[in-house]
C-alpha cells in the first residue's frame, strides 16, 4: 500500500510520493516526466495533446501515421498513474491529409480499448466563435472530440455540480402540457426510454447535454492552440471535488493549471516547451494579483520549478526512479 498523507483535515488524501509535484508545472518531455509520479495517484488527466503534426512548425508534431504508435506508451503511462475511479478526457481532432480525415483518433480509440481503457464517453465541443472559411469540399470546422475514457464502470462523477438553469424552454414547454406529459410516457422507437415532462415543472436547473458550447480563446499571441478555461474547468467540477489532484501532461500556456486554482484543486503539469512554462507561470500570477496565497504558492513554485529538473536528476536512478528514503532525509535537514 502506498503511504498515505493528508494535509488538513477539510483536503482529501493523497499520496506523499506526490508531494513534491503539486501545483508545479514540470519542464520535460511527458514521455519521461510520466515515469516519476507514483501509480494510482491522479483523480482526474485532462489534456489536450499536439493533434498530430497540425502545428509542426510551432511545436512539433507526429505525423498522423505514427500518431498511435506514439501515443500509446504516453497513454499507458497514464492509465498507470489515474486512480481507479479516475476519468481520463482526451481533446483531440482528426486533421486533413491529402483532402480526407485521418483516421487516426479512431485507430487510437480502438488501440486504447485494446490497452484496457473503457472508451465511458465522447463530448462534443463547439467552439460558438469559429472564424469563416471556405474549403471545396467541406464546411468549416467548429467542432472538437473530447473523449472520456475511464479504468472501470464506476467512476467518481458528481452530475450536479454541471447542471444549468431550465431557462425559457422550461415555460414554454411547461405551459403546453399534454396527456403525455404527465404520466410517464415511453418512446415510440422502442428504446426503452421513458420520461415524464411534468417532473421539471418545479426544476430550475437541469443536467446539462454532451455539447459543450464554448467561445474559443486565445490567451496569448505566444501559444497558437489554447482551449478556454471553461473547458478543463466544466470537466474538472464534473470529475473531481476540492483539493483533488488533476494532471495536463500537455499542458501548453497553463489552462488547466489556471482552471484547478480558480476550483481549488491541485495540477500537476508537464510541458516540453520552456517558454511555456514560463508563460503558464506568469499567466498563473496575473491571475492572482489581489490574492496574496496564491500569489506566494506560484512564486514559490516558480522557484521550485527552476530547480526540478536538477532535483529528479539528483535523486532519480538510471532507470527513473526515485530514492524516496533519500528525498525524505533531504527534506528533514539529514542529508
Ligand atoms: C495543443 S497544445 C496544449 C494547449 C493547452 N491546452 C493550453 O490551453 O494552452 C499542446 C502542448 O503540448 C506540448 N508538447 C508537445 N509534445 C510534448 C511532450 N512530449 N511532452 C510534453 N509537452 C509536449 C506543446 O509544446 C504544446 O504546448
Same mark, same amino acid.
Request: glycine residues 6%; neutral net charge; contains cysteine.
Given at each position: 500500500m502506498p503511504l498515505r498523507y493528508t494535509s488538513c483535515s477539510m483536503q482529501p488524501a493523497y499520496h506523499a510520493q506526490l508531494a513534491p509535484f503539486l501545483n508545479r508545472i514540470l519542464l520535460g518531455d511527458c514521455r519521461e516526466v510520466l515515469k516519476q509520479l507514483p501509480d494510482e495517484s491522479i483523480d482526474l488527466i485532462i489534456t489536450s495533446p499536439?493533434? @498530430?503534426?497540425?502545428r509542426k512548425e510551432v511545436y512539433g508534431g507526429i505525423h498522423p501515421d505514427h500518431y498511435v504508435e506514439w501515443f500509446l506508451p504516453i497513454s499507458a503511462e497514464l492509465k498507470r498513474v489515474l486512480k481507479p475511479a479516475g476519468s481520463f478526457v482526451l481533446n483531440i481532432k482528426e486533421r486533413v491529409v491529402n483532402g480526407e480525415r485521418h483516421p487516426y483518433v479512431l485507430q487510437l480509440i480502438m488501440e486504447m480499448r485494446r490497452q484496457g481503457w473503457r472508451w465511458t464517453e465522447e463530448y462534443i465541443w463547439h467552439k460558438k466563435n469559429c472564424y469563416p472559411g471556405k474549403w471545396p469540399n467541406r464546411f468549416r470546422d467548429a467542432w472538437e472530440r473530447l473523449l472520456h475514457f475511464t479504468k472501470q464502470k464506476q467512476f467518481k462523477m458528481f452530475q450536479e455540480a454541471v447542471m444549468v438553469p431550465m431557462g425559457e424552454w422550461k415555460h414554454e414547454r411547461l405551459k403546453k402540457l399534454g396527456e403525455n406529459d404527465l404520466y410517464r410516457f415511453n418512446s415510440r422507437s422502442g428504446s426503452g426510454f421513458g420520461k415524464r415532462i411534468a417532473n421539471w415543472m418545479e426544476r430550475e436547473y437541469a443536467y446539462p447535454t454532451n455539447v459543450l458550447h464554448m467561445a474559443t480563446e486565445c490567451?496569448?499571441?505566444?501559444? @497558437?492552440a489554447t482551449f478556454p478555461v471553461e473547458l478543463p474547468a466544466w470537466f474538472i467540477k464534473l470529475f473531481t471535488e476540492q483539493g483533488d489532484v488533476v494532471l495536463d501532461p500537455?499542458?501548453?500556456?497553463?489552462t488547466t493549471a489556471v482552471a484547478c486554482v480558480r476550483l481549488d484543486r491541485r495540477y500537476i503539469g508537464i510541458e516540453i516547451k520552456e517558454e511555456y512554462v514560463h508563460l503558464a507561470e506568469e499567466r498563473l500570477l496575473k491571475d492572482y494579483p489581489e490574492k496574496e496565497r496564491e500569489r506566494y504558492q506560484q512564486e514559490w513554485n516558480k522557484a521550485v520549478n527552476r530547480f526540478s529538473r536538477d532535483l529528479l536528476n539528483e535523486f532519480a536512478d538510471e532507470s527513473g526512479q526515485l530514492d524516496w528514503e533519500r528525498i525524505v532525509r533531504f527534506n528533514s535537514g539529514r542529508e
Amino acid at each position: 500500500m502506498p503511504l498515505r498523507y493528508t494535509s488538513c483535515s477539510m483536503q482529501p488524501a493523497y499520496h506523499a510520493q506526490l508531494a513534491p509535484f503539486l501545483n508545479r508545472i514540470l519542464l520535460g518531455d511527458c514521455r519521461e516526466v510520466l515515469k516519476q509520479l507514483p501509480d494510482e495517484s491522479i483523480d482526474l488527466i485532462i489534456t489536450s495533446p499536439p493533434y @498530430a503534426d497540425q502545428r509542426k512548425e510551432v511545436y512539433g508534431g507526429i505525423h498522423p501515421d505514427h500518431y498511435v504508435e506514439w501515443f500509446l506508451p504516453i497513454s499507458a503511462e497514464l492509465k498507470r498513474v489515474l486512480k481507479p475511479a479516475g476519468s481520463f478526457v482526451l481533446n483531440i481532432k482528426e486533421r486533413v491529409v491529402n483532402g480526407e480525415r485521418h483516421p487516426y483518433v479512431l485507430q487510437l480509440i480502438m488501440e486504447m480499448r485494446r490497452q484496457g481503457w473503457r472508451w465511458t464517453e465522447e463530448y462534443i465541443w463547439h467552439k460558438k466563435n469559429c472564424y469563416p472559411g471556405k474549403w471545396p469540399n467541406r464546411f468549416r470546422d467548429a467542432w472538437e472530440r473530447l473523449l472520456h475514457f475511464t479504468k472501470q464502470k464506476q467512476f467518481k462523477m458528481f452530475q450536479e455540480a454541471v447542471m444549468v438553469p431550465m431557462g425559457e424552454w422550461k415555460h414554454e414547454r411547461l405551459k403546453k402540457l399534454g396527456e403525455n406529459d404527465l404520466y410517464r410516457f415511453n418512446s415510440r422507437s422502442g428504446s426503452g426510454f421513458g420520461k415524464r415532462i411534468a417532473n421539471w415543472m418545479e426544476r430550475e436547473y437541469a443536467y446539462p447535454t454532451n455539447v459543450l458550447h464554448m467561445a474559443t480563446e486565445c490567451y496569448n499571441r505566444y501559444h @497558437a492552440a489554447t482551449f478556454p478555461v471553461e473547458l478543463p474547468a466544466w470537466f474538472i467540477k464534473l470529475f473531481t471535488e476540492q483539493g483533488d489532484v488533476v494532471l495536463d501532461p500537455f499542458m501548453g500556456s497553463g489552462t488547466t493549471a489556471v482552471a484547478c486554482v480558480r476550483l481549488d484543486r491541485r495540477y500537476i503539469g508537464i510541458e516540453i516547451k520552456e517558454e511555456y512554462v514560463h508563460l503558464a507561470e506568469e499567466r498563473l500570477l496575473k491571475d492572482y494579483p489581489e490574492k496574496e496565497r496564491e500569489r506566494y504558492q506560484q512564486e514559490w513554485n516558480k522557484a521550485v520549478n527552476r530547480f526540478s529538473r536538477d532535483l529528479l536528476n539528483e535523486f532519480a536512478d538510471e532507470s527513473g526512479q526515485l530514492d524516496w528514503e533519500r528525498i525524505v532525509r533531504f527534506n528533514s535537514g539529514r542529508e
